[in-house]
């Protein structure tokens, strides 16, 4: 699968939680959805807004959240694992924080 592809695929399956996902499909999403991060910053950047975290990154990182919380948990299932273990990542952040506060 091709970076097009899985964009596609991605945003066509936006709530779709069941089934696999490959490697491919996963990685390319990722990195997709992280261009679009980092781009929406530049563009707010060019705005005047140096705060990193304007409007428009705000509206990337909405755009391709569940998208990619999506396509985490049917990677999780091709590796035999539940989709819910993607709940580590928000636990660990959240206990980081706490623990430096």
């Not at 899985?6 to 069941?18: E, L, M, Q, R």
């Not at 990154?57 to 948990?73: D, E, V």
């Amino acid at each position: 699968m091709n970076i097009g592809q899985s964009i596609s695929y991605c945003f066509s399956n936006y709530f779709n939680f069941n089934g696999r996902g490959s490697r491919s499909e996963f990685w390319w999403f990722y990195l997709f959805a992280t261009l679009c991060g980092f781009v929406g910053s530049v563009w707010d950047a060019s705005m005047g807004d140096t705060s990193g975290n304007g409007m428009m990154y705000w509206i990337a990182i909405l755009a391709t959240l569940c998208p990619s919380i999506a396509a985490g948990a049917r990677r999780l299932h091709d590796v035999n694992k539940s989709g819910w273990w993607q709940l580590l990542l928000f636990a660990g952040i959240e206990g980081f924080c706490c623990y430096i506060i």
